[in-house]
């Protein structure tokens, strides 16, 4: 299988399957859980050994999670447009209010130029769509050498 994902800076093979919130759980396998899913199925999924993460939809708020979110082996945000910027600011609040550490996943209709943005404000983990070039993914992480903000990813230079 060709990588899909770029995880902390590397290409990888996503072993993940997102299930929609119309989809039943796969028997088996790691799966990334809408969040009303994984309220309801999340904790048995994970105690049966598996892999499980949870995924927010561009309406749903950093604050409808709950603690036990923590725990997740992976947190996905969706674009559903590359234009709708929610996700940006829902990232950010997860890593920085939450305080989540874990895989912190974008998922969905972004464009490959907006990597370096979306780690800026948190995300280490990049599902590519079929439709795109995963090496220039990885060319378009670090396009910019001097930041003078800080940001979530902790690079920023400064000013007194």
């Known amino acids: 299988m060709l990588p899909n994902l770029i995880l902390n800076d590397a290409a990888v093979s996503d072993n993940y399957t997102v299930v929609s919130p119309d989809d039943a759980v796969p028997a088996a ?5 809408p969040l009303a899913l994984w309220a309801e199925q999340g904790a048995d999924l994970r105690a049966s050994g598996r892999k499980v993460g949870v995924w927010l939809a ?3 708020l950093a604050e409808d999670l709950s603690d036990s ?4 082996d992976v947190i996905a945000i969706e674009f559903p ?3 709708d910027g ?3 600011s829902t990232a950010y609040l997860v890593r920085n209010r939450l305080g989540y550490t874990g895989e912190l996943r974008a ?5 490959l130029d907006q990597l370096f943005f979306l780690r800026r404000v948190g995300f280490n983990a990049f599902r590519i769509p079929e439709d795109k070039c995963i090496e220039k993914g990885l060319e378009l992480l670090n396009p ?4 003078y903000q800080a940001s979530t990813d902790g690079v920023g230079i400064r000013l007194a």
């Open 29 to 33: 396998g790691d799966v990334i859980l």
């Open 58 to 60: 561009s309406d749903q």
């Open 69 to 72: 979110v923590k725990s997740a």
């Open 81 to 83: 447009k590359f234009a």
């Open 86 to 88: 929610r996700g940006f």
């Open 107 to 111: 998922i969905g209709d972004f464009l």
């Open 144 to 147: 910019i050498n001097v930041r």
